[in-house]
């Protein structure tokens, strides 16, 4: 990078906001998603808005492309960076600058941590819904790039659930406010588009965020089952009773396994366990909870328990919550997927992972957020093994295609990212990208913002939507189509 | 021709009766006006091809379209700049598919909001929305108003409970986003961005809902009291552990009331009567009045002329909205009524003389925005909105939205001028 251009970043972030060290630069060289690196030319670490709003206005002018990034846990490459380009990164604006307990409104910068906000105001009996399993470390501008979910999303809702509004700095430097502290603001849901672009429609530099009452009570029941299919049974039987859960959650017994020795959650050995969450009233939950221990029973559960204590309904949450990270003692490496399916499929779709995972004699363990049909396959494979990661990558992505073929999401919150984005293709047809595609040139002409990530190919914004013209860079010579 | 729709050359209609069929295709009456201005024709398509057909045609052609579904809400939004067509959607009127097992619905946009109910209660579902005129809203009108209800307390608005949509663009593409299940985050969430944008960057054709059980028991109380006492009740009711599924305040001259609906287990619904007793403390709860979940719908009804505004606040602010709309409608010699929901949407309807009408809005509308909510003027007399933006001053994202709006529909085809701004 220009030495100039380096002075002005050094200007605006001061020397210990700007890293250009190539053995420093490779911290950002991933997130989460480690099989894609890319090193960036420079990282900065803006401390206000007006900060961000300089770097971009000097990305903007420059035309250099910018990711930015928040705690970098993130799935599927979403704050990957681009060659050429600098990554901002958010986590220095990590304060929690208004809580209104009366309107159960929290207005945060995007570097604070989405479990902060929940601790800030647990003491007056509020948390913030969406939580992530990386919750402790993910922040809520991340959150809000993605979309997140985790367990409790069955009832509460995900991010955009909870975000009325926020302040954005657009790939011109420009600072907007979409929504707000009121809801049914006139004008576009342009928050609603926002949350869950993945970067690439600007940076979020303050964020407002809506906060839930805790329920009176909370009770987590484990049911042991022999099979996935028998667990998947039961919570068709639970939503078709017409219950809502706070959460459904359902781990195979290699995840059961995985979770056992890496966090001893007293975990029933078994081929299909399912957490069973209910919240709510307490004679409510008393009785419903009668009411899914049936259900399971008759599914064939032979083990039910319900947690008797805070703390151990917190370690069969700490067991479900480390499963991923407890996965890596099974095997050196694997690959997480986010698949989403119509519950009923299920069965239908379980049964075709197996089929595939032992025709290339690979393992699969499965983790569902099983209410909403989220599935979360890892595939394990070993690295060292020539071969084995590419094997490990085409079942990932055949388990994919089942997903799409049940009529369900390549994704359901880890996002598209770098990871999937040519599966965007398979999902929805080219009229969809293209349509989609419009809200991105009217947030970001230039494709400076994230490039490159969620559609299989950028669009060129000064063609005409609908039929096809060449665009004048094509007829240039200097771009091409794929 | 009528003039407010401006000159036009000639136009081959029968061009536009061979894409919907001839017997799908006819004059406009005076009835089809839109806020006094005049419309030419009026189309039915059959199939959701032949309406996005039928729109790339009239976009070719250079004609101003208006989409419109029972018609119950056409007066929203500013008069249009013109509006040559009418497409409607009273024929795509079909429930797709009710997958009850998964809780979701495919759902054309023309089918009428009562008439889904009455299908997904055949497995003990529903839309947990409770909007506008039901018997005759459709799926596609309540969704370009972003109309909600009661039920916005627990279930959320429309944007909460939508999960795909197909729409048709002027160009003549149908574009779908999300799909039929709850959880998905593969690309923009387009039907967020469809959802109250009153038809300005495509018209809705299809729409995928997730689903909700029907309650097994519910119960309503209402408490009297000053809206003042009223605003802190209800904050301390959400400030509680209860988990009820309606909260909204009730307001007129003299007379205010808080109802709470509670809905769940028997023993859980008499718990938190019994709970929500001792939060109230000296006000006294009666049951709510059987109509007491229609009034957003009731307060519609009533002498004119009027004026219907849809007023956002915080929730802590409903009382001081209460004396404000008091206020003001007590120096114009006004009648007035508010109805309000917890999260901090409301009706407030003035009755009285047309001069009075234009000064109490203008108040009203300055005084909220002071406060940091919105006003917007649904329905009123036509004179009143000329010269008038029913929305509100636009925000510093009017010029993002003018760019959506130019993406999506850049010869402004759709809807000219009724949405924000003169979108």
């Known amino acids: ?450 490039p490159d990530k969620v559609f299989p190919r950028p669009r060129l914004c000064g063609e005409k939507p609908g039929v096809y013209e060449p665009h004048p860079l094509e007829v240039a010579g200097v771009a091409q189509r794929f | 021709m009528p003039a407010a729709s401006g000159v036009m050359t000639q136009v081959s209609w029968p061009e536009l009766a061979e894409i919907v069929g001839k017997e799908h295709l006819r004059a406009a009456t005076a009835a089809d006006a839109i806020d006094g201005v005049e419309v030419q024709m009026v189309a039915e398509p059959g199939t959701a091809e032949d309406l996005a057909r039928a729109l790339r045609w009239a976009h070719a052609a250079g004609l101003k379209v208006s989409p419109r579904g029972g018609g119950t809400k056409l007066g929203w939004g500013n008069p249009p700049a013109a509006c040559h067509l009418v497409l409607s959607t009273a024929r795509l009127n079909r429930v797709l598919e009710h997958a009850w097992a998964d809780m979701t619905v495919i759902v054309e946009a023309g089918c009428r909001v009562a008439d889904l109910q009455k299908t997904l209660a055949e497995h003990g579902q529903q839309l947990a929305l409770d909007p506008l005129w039901p018997e005759r809203a459709t799926i596609g009108g309540i969704l370009s108003t972003n109309d909600s209800g009661t039920l916005r307390a627990r279930y959320g608005s429309l944007r909460d409970l939508i999960i795909g949509t197909t729409v048709a663009l002027p160009d003549g593409a149908l574009a779908k986003s999300g799909g039929k299940v709850v959880k998905n985050v593969a690309g923009y969430d387009l039907a967020k961005l469809f959802t109250g944008a009153l038809g300005t960057l495509g018209v809705m054709v299809q729409a995928i809902f997730r689903l909700h059980p029907l309650p097994r028991e519910s119960r309503g109380l209402s408490f009297s009291g000053t809206p003042e006492s009223l605003n802190q009740l209800l904050l301390a009711i959400q400030a509680s552990k209860l988990t009820f599924t309606g909260l909204q305040l009730r307001a007129a001259q003299g007379s205010a009331h808080l109802d709470v609906r509670f809905d769940g287990t028997a023993a859980g619904i008499q718990a938190q009567v019994k709970q929500i007793q001792q939060i109230a403390g000296l006000l006294a709860a009666s049951d709510a009045p059987a109509n007491a979940w229609t009034s957003h719908q009731a307060i519609w009804d009533g002498a004119s002329p009027a004026l219907m505004t849809k007023f956002s606040v915080l929730p802590a602010q409903f009382a001081a909205v209460c004396a404000l709309v008091e206020r003001v409608a007590g120096a114009q010699s006004l009648a007035w009524k508010v109805v309000a929901q917890g999260v901090g949407a409301g009706y407030a309807r003035l009755e009285g003389n047309e001069p009075g009408l234009r000064t109490a809005l203008l108040t009203l509308r300055d005084e909220l925005v002071k406060m940091g909510g919105t006003l917007v003027a649904l329905a009123c007399p036509v004179a009143i909105k000329r010269g008038f933006d029913v929305w509100g001053p636009p925000s510093d994202a009017q010029p993002l939205m003018v760019r959506v709006k130019q993406r999506f529909d850049p010869d402004g085809t759709l809807n000219p001028g009724r949405f924000v701004g003169g979108i």
């Open chain 1, 1 to 450: 990078m220009e030495a100039r251009i380096l002075n002005e970043f050094r200007a605006i972030v001061g020397a210990s906001g700007l890293i250009t060290e190539p053995e420093q630069l490779s911290t950002y060289e991933c997130d989460g998603l480690t099989m894609f690196r890319v090193l960036p030319l420079a990282v900065l670490l803006p401390t206000s808005t007006a900060q961000v709003q300089a770097i971009v206005r000097v990305c903007h002018r420059e035309k250099i492309p910018f990711v930015a990034r928040g705690s970098g846990t993130g799935l599927s490459g979403g704050a990957l960076p681009v060659a050429k380009g600098i990554v901002i990164s958010l986590t220095r604006m990590d304060r929690i600058l208004e809580v209104d307990l009366p309107n159960q409104r929290v207005v945060v910068e995007p570097g604070v941590i989405n479990l902060n906000v929940t601790a800030r105001v647990a003491p007056d009996g509020y948390f913030y819904a969406p939580d992530p399993s990386s919750q402790v470390v993910c922040s809520i501008g991340g959150n809000v790039a993605e979309n997140s979910g985790g367990a409790h999303c069955l009832k509460y809702g995900f991010t955009t659930t909870h975000v009325l509004g926020m302040e954005v700095v657009l790939s011109d430097g420009s600072l907007v406010h979409l929504g707000g502290r009121t809801v049914d603001r006139p004008g576009y849901d342009l928050p609603g588009v926002f949350v869950g672009s993945e970067g690439t429609l600007g940076i979020a530099t303050k964020v407002i965020l809506r906060i839930v009452k805790k329920p009176e009570v909370i009770q987590v029941l484990l049911a042991a089952f022999n099979s996935t299919n028998e667990a998947g049974a039961a919570v068709s039987g639970i939503i078709a009773a017409g219950m809502l859960p706070a959460a459904i959650e359902m781990m195979d017994n290699l995840a059961i396994q995985a979770a056992e020795a890496a966090v001893q959650a007293n975990y029933p050995n078994c081929g299909g366990l399912l957490l069973v969450e209910l919240d709510g009233p307490a004679p409510e939950v008393e009785t419903l909870m009668e009411e899914v221990a049936d259900v399971c029973t008759k599914c064939g559960a032979w083990e039910i328990h319900v947690a008797q204590s805070d703390a151990e309904r917190a370690r069969v949450w700490t067991g479900r919550k480390a499963a991923f990270a407890a996965v890596g003692r099974l095997a050196p490496a694997y690959i997480v997927q986010d698949g989403v399916i119509p519950r009923t499929a299920l069965p239908h779709v379980m049964s075709e992972i197996v089929r595939l995972s032992s025709e290339v004699g690979l393992r699969v363990a499965n983790v569902f957020h099983a209410g909403d049909g989220n599935l979360h396959p890892l595939v394990l494979y070993d690295s060292g093994v020539p071969g084995q990661d590419k094997l490990a990558e085409t079942l990932a992505n055949d388990i994919l295609r089942l997903c799409i073929k049940a009529g369900g999401s390549i994704t359901g919150e880890h996002g598209v990212g770098e990871e999937k984005k040519m599966f965007m293709a398979e999902m929805y047809a080219e009229p969809d990208l293209e349509t989609m595609q419009l809200v991105r040139c009217a947030f970001d002409p230039e494709n400076l913002s994230n």
